[in-house]
């Protein structure tokens, strides 16, 4: 039987998102990316507290505030519309500002188990593909295909460069490259869900390969259930 729940995981700019939409749209399941609700706490701490150090009032916003992850209502380039408290901030969410405080935010354990229980709730439904950095591991432990990708922070950091670039952004190359390895280090060294491949995860490095080659791939993991 092809899987009705599928994890896929690993670092920032690993191609996971990419790569999971496309995979999402060829089953007719639903694409769903869980670092945007951390995104989104970081943003609402930012913008009330100003800050993302005091744990408690971050941990109460995390609480408190209404996500909203829905299907993308504009054709620029976005791949969901995401709300906060109704407001659109898809693309507020991506800045340097927010890529900068994330980690911090997503390592506090309150944080955690508010966004978990959401995406335990959308999961439980079925048809579809989860993406994030704990989803093999924590959020959905019996997914049935636990896909998690990976690739050098440098061509990693590459990836986001361009990105920026084609947003028409200004993007500075070595800035990108420090906050990624920052922020894999604190993902990946955090107490509670830290970045790793689950157990039964099979391990796609991406490196050099072309997003087509990267979903061939997982495409016949998806047929070999
Ligand atoms: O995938 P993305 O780069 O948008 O994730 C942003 C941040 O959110 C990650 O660096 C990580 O700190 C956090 N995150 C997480 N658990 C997830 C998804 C994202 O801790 N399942």
Same mark, same amino acid.
């Given at each position: 039987p092809i899987p009705q729940t599928i994890a896929v995981d690993g670092p920032a700019a690993s191609g996971k998102s990419t790569i999971a939409e496309l995979l999402a749209q060829s089953l007719g399941y639903l694409y769903f990316d869980t670092g945007v609700m951390y995104r989104a706490v970081t943003l609402a701490a930012l913008r009330q507290l100003q800050a993302v150090t005091d744990e408690r009032a971050?941990? /109460?916003? !995390? =609480?408190? $505030? /209404?996500?909203? $992850?829905? =299907?993308?209502? &504009?054709?620029?380039?976005?791949?969901?519309?995401?709300?906060?408290?109704?407001?659109?901030?898809?693309?507020?969410?991506? !800045?340097?500002?927010?890529?900068?405080? @994330?980690?911090? @935010?997503?390592? *506090?354990p309150g944080v955690r188990v508010a966004m978990t229980? &959401? &995406? #335990?709730?959308?999961?439980? #439904?079925?048809?579809? @593909?989860?993406?994030?950095?704990?989803?093999?591991?924590?959020?959905?432990?019996? %997914?049935?295909?636990? $896909? *998690?990708?990976? %690739?050098s922070v440098e061509e990693r950091a590459r990836r986001r460069f361009d990105e920026v670039r084609q947003r028409g952004e200004a993007a500075d190359y070595e800035a990108i490259l420090a906050s990624m390895r920052r922020r894999d280090e604190i993902d990946s060294t955090r107490k509670v869900a830290p970045l790793r491949p689950a157990d039964d995860a099979v391990i796609v490095s991406t490196d050099g390969l072309s997003i087509e080659q990267v979903l061939e791939k997982i495409q016949a993991l998806v047929k070999a259930r």
């Open positions: 971050v941990t /109460h916003l !995390a =609480e408190t $505030v /209404h996500i909203d $992850v829905r =299907e993308a209502s &504009q054709d620029d380039g976005r791949k969901s519309d995401v709300l906060l408290d109704g407001v659109d901030i898809t693309w507020e969410i991506r !800045a340097p500002e927010v890529d900068a405080n @994330v980690s911090v @935010v997503s390592a *506090y229980e &959401q &995406q #335990r709730r959308i999961g439980k #439904r079925g048809r579809v @593909v989860m993406v994030g950095r704990d989803i093999g591991t924590v959020v959905l432990p019996d %997914a049935d295909l636990k $896909v *998690y990708m990976d %690739a």
